[in-house]
């Protein structure tokens, strides 16, 4: 008997779509190479630092060139990110004694300004690759992964803290390696809230893209071809119809970007949703669609799953992952004293060393002036974060916990998020100036722009995250809207919101050093603030007062912390895990 013609062509429909998938990311693969290659040729091309140019061609047709070059950069330290998360984040959430060290560095680091990292950054990778390009393409790389890589760190910490107990005894259970759990248990569980962290991180990115790819240090101009250095040099020309277009072609880069990439990993990571049910329409993707039917991508991990396994033998040394060890006490505390001891002493060094440098410059008493000043910056901070609370928080939860809504908003939220503020703020400046309102105050909207979607993506995060159960078991009970708010939504969003809170308010921080001074042609508007006083120091050549104003803005980030955040943070843990 003859088989099923229906049969038949069904196979062979499939074997054709397999085929078209197959070629389809052939091409694409070959033209991203092919990008790469030509883009690279560029980047380690011969480059004398006292002969750069320091304006750029603002000619239309370098428009598609100047986006691929910053899209790279954004890509590579977005990778060099995630790298620094997973590491950073798993020893401060496995280690006791690491984490009383490594939780106030990254406060620290987040805290500390792009123009600060820039200011001692920049001579370092010139002198790392001192005749090519290659020196200053790193240190505005390193610029944007310094606002990318604290906001995934601290996503990934909170979701390691708050890991299920089952999930952890399963791991002691089946005996797995450090290689093993982290793969397997620990980033899976963290998968989601990553993912939308990494999204948010990604538009942080494109907000300071200005700065990296503009660098101003020590009265020294270095320019970098991209769409944010081709809006600054606009900007200071006056070619308003150019700033539209640019501001054109980075609204359509964004909408590419969230096509090809973030939109397939938001629909793979739903397979990490914990809970005994999945939503009911769950997000979807073309391109995944396309990357599962084609025989690359499972031939590609193939091709890795040597790797794997290869760090999996060579980690066995360090024992089962998760294991506790039960110290003896007196050995215990002699330890801690041990290595807290070794921490105190380079800490008394480093401070001794940076009083040494402040009096040789300005003197102690400088730090007074900063202190002020940076009251006046605390005070726009506080006012974003509320704002960006009472906005954001239903707005937020509107999106999570309607599956359908979420895959139709994704795009603008993403667009609206990713797209750099500081492109209009040559248009900004005009308003204020116009309308004689002072920066003082329209900085908190500037600020905003750079730091609010913090908020709006960690909630969005934490509302999807409720597992569906919970939202039947409310439906179920007919629970009123009030109460539903109050017994499922906010206690389900909680530590999703202090983990983007603090970041926003970090966010704010760092977004004051560009929305306290803002400019068009030769119109420069200023506030009083923090963010001022740094960038103004990092473009004299100030150090003594860069390294003041950095210094003064840690202990300002890092005091809220501790006597604020942290405790909300512990709160979060204890009270509204979903464990």
């Given at each position: 008997?003859?088989?099923?013609?229906?049969?038949?062509?069904?196979?062979?429909?499939?074997?054709?779509?397999?085929?078209?998938?197959?070629?389809?990311?052939?091409?694409?693969?070959?033209?991203?190479?092919?990008?790469?290659?030509?883009?690279?040729?560029?980047?380690?091309?011969?480059?004398?630092?006292?002969?750069?140019?320091?304006?750029?061609?603002?000619?239309?047709?370098?428009?598609?060139?100047?986006?691929?070059?910053?899209?790279?950069?954004?890509?590579?330290?977005?990778?060099?990110?995630?790298?620094?998360?997973?590491?950073?984040?798993?020893?401060?959430?496995?280690?006791?004694?690491?984490?009383?060290?490594?939780?106030?560095?990254?406060?620290?680091?987040?805290?500390?300004?792009?123009?600060?990292?820039?200011?001692?950054?920049?001579?370092?990778?010139?002198?790392?690759?001192?005749?090519?390009?290659?020196?200053?393409?790193?240190?505005?790389?390193?610029?944007?992964?310094?606002?990318?890589?604290?906001?995934?760190?601290?996503?990934?910490?909170?979701?390691?803290?708050?890991?299920?107990?089952?999930?952890?005894?399963?791991?002691?259970?089946?005996?797995?390696?450090?290689?093993?759990?982290?793969?397997?248990?620990?980033?899976?569980?963290?998968?989601?809230?990553?993912?939308?962290?990494?999204?948010?991180?990604?538009?942080?990115?494109?907000?300071?893209?200005?700065?990296?790819?503009?660098?101003?240090?020590?009265?020294?101009?270095?320019?970098?071809?991209?769409?944010?250095?081709?809006?600054?040099?606009?900007?200071?020309?006056?070619?308003?119809?150019?700033?539209?277009?640019?501001?054109?072609?980075?609204?359509?880069?964004?909408?590419?970007?969230?096509?090809?990439?973030?939109?397939?990993?938001?629909a793979w990571v739903e397979r990490f949703r914990v809970g005994d049910t999945s939503n009911a329409?769950?997000?979807?993707?073309?391109?995944?669609?396309?990357?599962?039917?084609?025989?690359?991508?499972?031939?590609?991990?193939?091709?890795?799953?040597?790797?794997?396994?290869?760090?999996?033998?060579?980690?066995?040394?360090?024992?089962?992952?998760?294991?506790?060890?039960?110290?003896?006490?007196?050995?215990?505390?002699?330890?801690?004293?041990?290595?807290?001891?070794?921490?105190?002493?380079?800490?008394?060094?480093?401070?001794?060393?940076?009083?040494?440098?402040?009096?040789?410059?300005?003197?102690?008493?400088?730090?007074?002036?900063?202190?002020?000043?940076?009251?006046?910056?605390?005070?726009?901070?506080?006012?974003?974060?509320?704002?960006?609370?009472?906005?954001?928080?239903?707005?937020?939860?509107?999106?999570?916990?309607?599956?359908?809504?979420?895959?139709?908003?994704?795009?603008?939220?993403?667009?609206?998020?990713?797209?750099?503020?500081?492109?209009?703020?040559?248009?900004?400046?005009?308003?204020?100036?116009?309308?004689?309102?002072?920066?003082?105050?329209?900085?908190?909207?500037?600020?905003?722009?750079?730091?609010?979607?913090?908020?709006?993506?960690?909630?969005?995060?934490?509302?999807?995250?409720?597992?569906?159960?919970?939202?039947?078991?409310?439906?179920?009970?007919?629970?009123?809207?009030?109460?539903?708010?109050?017994?499922?939504?906010?206690?389900?969003?909680?530590?999703?919101?202090?983990?983007?809170?603090?970041?926003?308010?970090?966010?704010?921080?760092?977004?004051?050093?560009?929305?306290?001074?803002?400019?068009?042609?030769?119109?420069?508007?200023?506030?009083?603030?923090?963010?001022?006083?740094?960038?103004?120091?990092?473009?004299?050549?100030?150090?003594?007062?860069?390294?003041?104003?950095?210094?003064?803005?840690?202990?300002?980030?890092?005091?809220?912390?501790?006597?604020?955040?942290?405790?909300?943070?512990?709160?979060a843990e204890r009270r509204y895990a979903l464990t």
């Amino acid at each position: 008997m003859s088989t099923p013609s229906t049969f038949i062509v069904g196979r062979d429909n499939r074997r054709d779509a397999s085929l078209l998938a197959d070629a389809a990311v052939l091409v694409v693969v070959a033209a991203l190479m092919w990008a790469l290659i030509h883009m690279g040729l560029r980047i380690v091309a011969p480059f004398d630092p006292h002969a750069v140019e320091q304006t750029l061609d603002t000619s239309p047709a370098r428009l598609p060139y100047y986006a691929a070059r910053s899209l790279l950069r954004m890509f590579v330290a977005l990778a060099a990110s995630l790298v620094f998360a997973f590491i950073y984040a798993t020893a401060a959430a496995r280690s006791r004694r690491l984490s009383k060290v490594l939780m106030p560095l990254l406060d620290v680091l987040q805290s500390v300004p792009i123009l600060g990292f820039l200011s001692v950054t920049v001579t370092f990778w010139i002198a790392l690759f001192p005749h090519s390009q290659l020196g200053v393409e790193c240190a505005s790389i390193f610029a944007i992964f310094t606002s990318q890589a604290w906001n995934l760190a601290f996503s990934l910490h909170s979701s390691l803290l708050g890991q299920s107990q089952e999930l952890d005894e399963s791991a002691r259970l089946l005996r797995l390696t450090r290689w093993q759990r982290f793969w397997n248990v620990d980033l899976p569980s963290g998968m989601i809230p990553l993912t939308w962290n990494a999204m948010m991180s990604f538009g942080g990115g494109w907000f300071f893209l200005t700065a990296s790819e503009t660098i101003v240090v020590d009265n020294h101009t270095y320019v970098l071809p991209g769409i944010g250095s081709y809006v600054a040099a606009a900007s200071e020309a006056q070619q308003m119809p150019r700033l539209f277009l640019a501001i054109a072609v980075m609204i359509a880069m964004v909408l590419v970007v969230n096509f090809f990439f973030w939109r397939p990993v938001t629909a793979w990571v739903e397979r990490f949703r914990v809970g005994d049910t999945s939503n009911a329409q769950a997000p979807r993707s073309l391109v995944l669609n396309v990357l599962r039917q084609s025989h690359i991508a499972e031939a590609w991990s193939t091709l890795w799953r040597p790797v794997g396994e290869f760090f999996d033998r060579i980690t066995r040394i360090f024992g089962i992952g998760g294991v506790r060890f039960v110290d003896h006490g007196t050995r215990r505390r002699a330890g801690d004293i041990a290595f807290f001891a070794v921490v105190g002493i380079v800490c008394l060094l480093g401070a001794w060393q940076v009083v040494g440098y402040v009096q040789s410059g300005p003197g102690m008493g400088e730090f007074g002036e900063a202190f002020l000043l940076g009251l006046a910056t605390l005070a726009r901070v506080v006012a974003v974060l509320i704002l960006g609370t009472v906005i954001w928080v239903p707005v937020g939860v509107w999106i999570g916990m309607n599956p359908r809504w979420a895959r139709l908003m994704q795009p603008v939220v993403q667009v609206l998020a990713s797209f750099p503020a500081n492109f209009l703020f040559p248009f900004f400046t005009l308003f204020l100036i116009a309308t004689h309102i002072s920066l003082d105050v329209g900085g908190i909207l500037l600020m905003a722009l750079g730091s609010q979607w913090y908020i709006l993506f960690n909630v969005i995060a934490g509302a999807s995250a409720i597992p569906n159960d919970l939202r039947e078991a409310a439906t179920s009970l007919q629970l009123s809207r009030s109460l539903r708010w109050r017994t499922l939504i906010l206690p389900g969003i909680f530590p999703a919101w202090v983990t983007g809170a603090i970041t926003a308010a970090g966010g704010a921080w760092n977004a004051s050093i560009v929305s306290e001074i803002v400019s068009y042609g030769h119109d420069t508007l200023q506030a009083t603030g923090l963010g001022a006083y740094i960038a103004n120091a990092t473009t004299s050549g100030d150090f003594h007062r860069v390294l003041i104003g950095v210094i003064v803005m840690s202990i300002y980030v890092v005091g809220l912390n501790r006597l604020f955040w942290q405790r909300l943070n512990h709160v979060a843990e204890r009270r509204y895990a979903l464990t």
